[in-house]
Structures are given as C-alpha cells and as structure tokens.
C-alpha cells in the first residue's frame, strides 16, 4: 500500500508507521510527506527515513499561503506521488470540500476524540470538563464535513479522577499509535475497505 501522509506537528504517529514500515510490520511505503509547517519536527523524521518531503508552509515568507494555494501545490504534489491512501497524521489545517472530493486517493483522518462525539479542538480539555468518563480516539474516512466521515476504528480508555487535559493527551497518544497502524493493517489486508456501499452510505447520512 503506497501512503502518503500529511502533518502538522511533532510526527509521533508518523514515527511508529516509519518503523513498522521498516521493520517489514506493515506492507506499506510511505511515498511522500506533506508538512504544511516548516517547523514540524514531523519533517526531520521523514527525512531520516530518507521519505520525500513537501514543506508547502502558511506562513511561508511572513505571507500566509491561502487555502486554494496549498492545496494546489499539495494536490499536484499526491498526484506525482500516486498513493493508494492519504493519511492526515496531526494535520490541522482545514481542508476545503473541492479538494477533498479530488484527492486521487481515499483519505482518513486521525481524531483524538470518540466521535462522533468531541468533534473539532482542544478534545482533551473538553472531555475533562464534561466530566466524561470514557476516552479515545477515532480514525475516519475524511469527508467536506470536519470530523464527519464514516468511523473505521476506535481505542478507548477510562477517564481517571486524577486525569489533565495534558495527561489525557499523553494516555490517547499512546492509543493513537497502536490504532493508526492496526487501521492500515486492516485496510492493506482488505479487511476494511474504503470503498463499499455500506460505508459510502454511512458517509453521506453522518
Ligand atoms: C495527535 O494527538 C492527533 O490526534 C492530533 O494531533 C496529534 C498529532 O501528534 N490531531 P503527532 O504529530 O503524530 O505527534
């Protein structure tokens, strides 16, 4: 399965598909990073890793790049990587409907929440405050609507008394990286698949 992957931010979950890639754990290649950071920590450990890397910045020469610019640039560059999947990894620019209907490949988003509930930022905190007792994470089919697409996989925790918004953070984390490559593994194997009836239905009435 060729992967691209697109991040933002420290590259964690990227990381333990970098080693599992490597370690021959999951039949994937990841073809190509897009950062649209220039300081993503994500960007060092491509390169380590020898992955092509796109750093298409918003902020690149104190102008902030505009939405259909990025997504320009990024689309031309998944169309010279051919993937067979996109996987936003941390990403967090939101993505407009016209280029997410185009993508040359399925895409699936990492959500550090149990949707459809917690949909959008600072989950963690919001979670805390609601006085919730059970926690997770989600991977989603990404569609024109944030947080909305067709739900493949969740991890969930308890919510301890003693829990923060930064030690709940730190608890899903380590949720997110055994989910992310055990969703991948699903879809490699075709186990999951992004493509039935069933789930584009699920997409369209979320
Ligand atoms: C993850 O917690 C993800 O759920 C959130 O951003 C974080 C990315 O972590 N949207 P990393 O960049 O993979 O370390």
Redesign the pocket.
């Known amino acids: 399965l060729r992967i691209a992957v697109l ?8 990381q333990v598909l970098i080693d599992a890639m490597q370690a021959g754990a999951l039949p994937i290649e990841i073809v190509g990073v897009i950062s649209n950071r220039e300081d993503a920590y ?1 960007i060092t450990r491509a390169k380590d890793a020898d992955i092509p890397v796109a750093v298409l910045s918003h902020v690149a020469s104190g102008k902030r790049m505009g939405i259909k610019t990025f997504e320009s640039h990024a689309s031309a560059q998944l169309t010279t990587w051919q993937p067979d999947l996109i996987v936003l ?2 990403f ?1 620019r939101v993505l407009s409907a016209g280029f997410i209907d185009n993508t040359p490949a399925p895409m699936i988003n ?3 929440a149990l949707l459809p509930a917690y949909k959008g930022l600072d989950t963690h905190q919001r979670v805390i405050q609601a006085g919730e007792r059970q926690h997770g ?1 989600s991977i989603h089919v990404v569609t024109a609507e944030l947080d909305a697409g067709a739900v493949l996989t969740q991890a969930w925790l308890e919510v301890h008394q003693k829990d923060t918004a930064d030690s709940l ?1 730190t608890r ?2 380590k949720l ?1 990286h055994q989910l992310l490559p055990w969703t991948i593994l699903l879809l490699a194997k075709g186990v999951l698949s992004l493509n039935n009836e069933q789930l584009l239905n699920q997409q369209r009435t979320c």
């Open positions: 991040v933002s931010g420290s590259g964690s979950n990227l994500a990894a941390g967090m990492l959500h550090p994470c953070q899903v984390q997110e």
